[in-house]
């Protein structure tokens, strides 16, 4: 019996497994884009010594000279351990070797190319890489079909794998980006409530240090023009420069300031500052409410062939939702302005309890405390 | 094998890099795409060597070395007989032998392929080897169902009991752990079976009764390996009952047989951390960056003196962690829990990783290391299991109580106790 075995088999255990180096994984990352195809596969030289034999010279070193005296070799065994298929199969033909160092040491890496028999449909990949030699071998994947992306592991249970290529038309996609754009002004309650804040005192002037309701419907609808369109203006500008990774400001800071906006817009109702400028709130913190939008489209994620797209998509959905707010809101305020209940319980009531939530949120953000929120 | 394989949404959350771990609060669509982004990409820049003396790659054996030969031997012999199973289990055997020397797991994946050629294997010793290569990958049930059909074969075959004990004393089934001894008993293994009832004893609250064991059985143990384990095993029970003096004098005696043992240098250096001793820590992990477990116990010391190579270490600790994600790795979450928590004071982190760490794994390192992490993160709820294990067990080391203790006084709410 071997006791010395066993008790080292037993630490293992009660410890488990040892880290030091890494079991073996390939890095393949294929990008279809119709039935041409190009990809990148790098294997670890490890692997491929293990596999072939690259340590010509039995030295225990592997040299750039043993490699490339074997490309042909190498490249043989790895394409004879992947399949790749849209229509039938595109064989794959390597275009360049190189090195690259990963976590574990130095990978070879290959480049290649393909041609598929058709430019749409499925794709479906075939990986055998190493699994007969290594049952703990991974092949982590990355594809991209027609702009989509798609990522795997690859195991020795999973080797075939079928990708959807059916294609998202632009129409579909615009759509669903105005759904979100919709979606997030719906559930984002510190633009609302800034929105909110500026187009409460809409209906009414401010005469002799006191409110007074406007006479025609005309005068707030003008009114909200303004403050609409400089927020929507602003907050396009911004968010585009962000999306498009022009500016990128730290989130904590565009949180906070986001709720420095509602404090300061909902004071202003109570105690009136810019009054008729209103607008040129609306404009200014709505640069910074741009860069807040910028962070939800970008963990979305923004398909790269469809940058332009997606962003107008969005920024639509976002003016829609404002809209039908706006459009919700302004009746209703403007039948109530004359009341006493509108001037004090909405604007000045509802004002302070928005400017109290929004400095928690303040508070919040700023230090990184939870207090209101979950 | 399918219980590597896992969601790619599980795999790809939380990268590393902190920037992104601030803008992302939620794992999304994007968390999964800059997952991939740098699990492929962040090395993306293949090179051509000028030269071709250029050495890429150090490989672990020369061609002409014993280890090389004697595996190249064993392999030519499988391909002689690719259907005999001893000659399979002679090949399998030296792998996971080489993966423990070395700690180095595609020696255990070189294994596991040799294995599953012999799906239907009777044999019991190539079912007990591939429960050892099942627990490797925390797949207890399976590798507990491997080491029971081998004993179903042959009822003698000690090293399926053993490995039955150690499954049961991770999962904290000392009952279990205690049948298992016994069969070894039964065998007259008495070296396997002494080590097997020591820790038994010692992870279920008898510390004196197993330091007792363990210690007869040191003075019946005749070679060095065996010596060594229980030396260090003997130096962690000596550390439990508060006899630091006593655990430093196993310690050194184990480190005195001059073999290279990871787990004892990580014992060790645990025990000098708890000691307040980091530059020991340092002097004696040095040369071990490339085992993980010890880069870690290094970068711990090498941070609390605050010394240069610490930084650099740490980004090490990240890049390998990240990696081992990227494949659907979960077998190091104990670790990663101790790194997020000690190296980069992500409590919460740490609490999560601990906790489903907890849920696989539940020996006293694994319980302390949430009752810390809930500490630090003022999540008394996570950490039950742990007070749980200390309630049931009646594990009596001082500080793993103190850590239950206050686990449960840190906030009040969550608990019934």
Redo the contacts between chains.
């Keep these: 019996?071997r006791?010395?075995?066993?008790?080292?088999?037993?630490?293992?255990?009660?410890?488990?497994?040892?880290?030091?180096?890494?079991?073996?994984?390939s890095?393949l990352?294929i990008d279809v884009q119709g039935a041409q195809v190009s990809g990148?596969w790098?294997i670890a030289?490890?692997?491929i010594?293990?596999a072939l034999g690259l340590?010509t010279d039995?030295?225990?070193?592997?040299?750039?000279?043993e490699?490339?005296a074997r490309h042909d070799a190498v490249a043989a065994w790895a394409f004879n351990a992947l399949t790749l298929e849209r229509g039938g199969a595109c064989p794959l033909q390597v275009t360049q070797h190189?090195?690259?160092?990963?976590?574990?040491?130095?990978y070879a890496?290959l480049?290649f190319i393909a041609t598929c028999p058709t430019s749409t449909g499925d794709v479906a990949l075939d990986y055998r890489l190493l699994?007969?030699?290594?049952?703990?071998?991974?092949g982590?994947l990355?594809l991209d079909i027609d702009g989509l992306?798609h990522?795997?592991?690859i195991?020795?249970?999973?080797r075939r794998q079928t990708f959807s290529g059916e294609r998202v038309s632009r129409w579909t996609q615009l759509q669903q980006f105005m759904e979100q754009g919709v979606w997030h002004i719906w559930i984002g309650f510190d633009h609302i409530l800034f929105l909110l804040s500026l187009l409460l005192p809409v209906v009414l002037v401010r005469v002799n240090g006191g409110w007074r309701g406007v006479d025609r419907m005309g005068e707030s609808v003008r009114e909200v023009l303004w403050v609409v369109t400089s927020f929507t203006v602003a907050h396009s500008i911004t968010l585009s420069l962000a999306a498009l990774g022009f500016i990128s400001l730290?989130?904590?800071l565009v949180e906070s300031a986001i709720a420095l906006s509602v404090v300061v817009a909902a004071f202003n109702n109570i105690v009136p500052m810019f009054n008729r400028l209103r607008w040129l709130v609306a404009f200014g913190f709505g640069l910074i409410h741009g860069f807040g939008f910028a962070?939800v489209l970008?963990?979305?994620?923004l398909p790269q062939d469809a940058l332009v797209l997606s962003l107008v998509g969005f920024n639509l959905g976002v003016e829609a939702g404002q809209l039908a707010i706006v459009v919700a809101l302004l009746p209703v305020i403007y039948w109530l302005r004359n009341t006493a209940f509108y001037r004090r319980g909405v604007l000045v009531g509802g004002s302070l309890l928005i400017m109290l939530l929004a400095s928690v949120w303040l508070a919040e953000r700023l230090f990184d405390l939870k207090l209101i929120t979950t | 094998?399918?219980n590597?394989?896992?969601g790619?949404e599980e795999?790809?959350c939380n990268p590393q890099p902190l920037l992104w771990r601030?803008?992302?609060p939620?794992c999304?669509?994007?968390?999964?795409?800059m997952g991939?982004l740098l699990?492929?990409?962040v090395?993306?820049?293949?090179?051509?060597?000028a030269?071709?003396?250029?050495?890429?790659?150090?490989?672990?054996?020369?061609?002409?070395?014993n280890t090389a030969r004697e595996l190249s031997s064993l392999r030519a012999a499988l391909v002689q007989a690719p259907t005999d199973e001893a000659k399979a289990t002679e090949l399998a055997?030296r792998y996971?032998?080489l993966a423990?020397?070395?700690?180095?797991?595609?020696y255990?994946?070189?294994?596991?392929?040799v294995?599953?050629r012999f799906p239907a294997t009777r044999s019991a010793p190539l079912l007990t080897l591939r429960g050892?290569?099942r627990?490797?990958?925390?797949d207890f049930a399976g590798a507990l169902g491997d080491f029971d059909a081998a004993l179903k074969q042959n009822p003698s075959h000690?090293?399926a009991y053993?490995?039955r004990g150690?499954?049961f004393?991770?999962k904290a089934d000392y009952a279990a752990a205690q049948q298992a001894c016994d069969g070894l008993q039964r065998l007259e293994?008495d070296?396997?079976a002494g080590?097997?009832l020591g820790?038994t004893q010692a992870y279920g609250g008898q510390l004196d009764a197993g330091y007792q064991t363990l210690q007869k059985t040191l003075d019946q143990a005749g070679?060095p390996?065996?010596q060594l384990?229980l030396l260090?095993r003997l130096g962690e029970v000596a550390a439990w009952r508060g006899q630091p003096a006593q655990a430093e004098a196993h310690y050194r005696a184990a480190l005195a047989l001059g073999r290279d043992d990871?787990?004892l240098l990580?014992a060790w250096a645990d025990f000098l951390l708890d000691a307040g001793q980091p530059a020991e820590v340092v002097k004696w992990l040095q040369p071990w960056e490339?085992?993980?477990?010890?880069l870690l116990r290094l970068a711990e010391a090498e941070t609390a003196l605050k010394l240069p190579d610490a930084a650099r270490h740490r980004q090490?600790l990240a890049?390998?962690f990240a990696?081992?994600r990227?494949?659907?790795?979960t077998?190091?979450r104990?670790?990663e829990a101790r790194f997020e928590l000690r190296l980069r004071q992500d409590a919460k982190t740490a609490v999560r990783l601990a906790a489903e760490n907890y849920a696989v794994?539940r020996?006293p390192r694994d319980a302390r290391i949430l009752l810390e992490a809930a500490i630090a993160a003022q999540d008394n709820a996570s950490a039950q299991p742990a007070r749980d294990w200390l309630r049931s067990s009646g594990f009596e080391d001082a500080r793993t109580r103190r850590l239950g203790q206050a686990s449960g006084d840190s906030a009040k709410t969550g608990s019934t106790r």
């Design positions: 019996m006791w010395r075995q066993l008790l080292v088999c037993f630490w293992l255990v009660l410890c488990g497994p040892v880290l030091a180096h890494k079991a073996s994984d890095y990352v990148q790098d030289l490890r692997d010594d293990f340590d039995g030295n225990g070193e592997i040299t750039w000279g490699l490339r190189q090195v690259d160092e990963h976590t574990d040491g130095t890496v480049k699994f007969d030699l290594d049952g703990l071998h991974r982590l990355r992306t990522s795997s592991v195991a020795p249970d999973s730290p989130s904590w962070s970008a963990e979305l994620g | 094998m399918a590597t394989k896992i790619v795999m790809y601030n803008l992302l939620q999304g669509g994007f968390c999964v795409l991939l699990a492929l990409n090395q993306a820049a293949p090179r051509t060597p030269s071709d003396t250029e050495v890429l790659e150090k490989l672990p054996t020369r061609a002409g070395d055997t996971f032998d423990m020397a070395r700690g180095d797991p595609r255990i994946g070189y294994a596991d392929a294995v599953q050892m290569l627990q490797y990958r925390h000690a090293d053993a490995w150690a499954i004393l991770v293994r070296v396997l080590g097997c820790l070679f390996d065996n384990w260090t990871v787990y990580a490339s085992a993980d477990g010890l090490m890049d390998r990696a081992a990227a494949r659907g790795d077998t190091h104990a670790e794994q020996e």
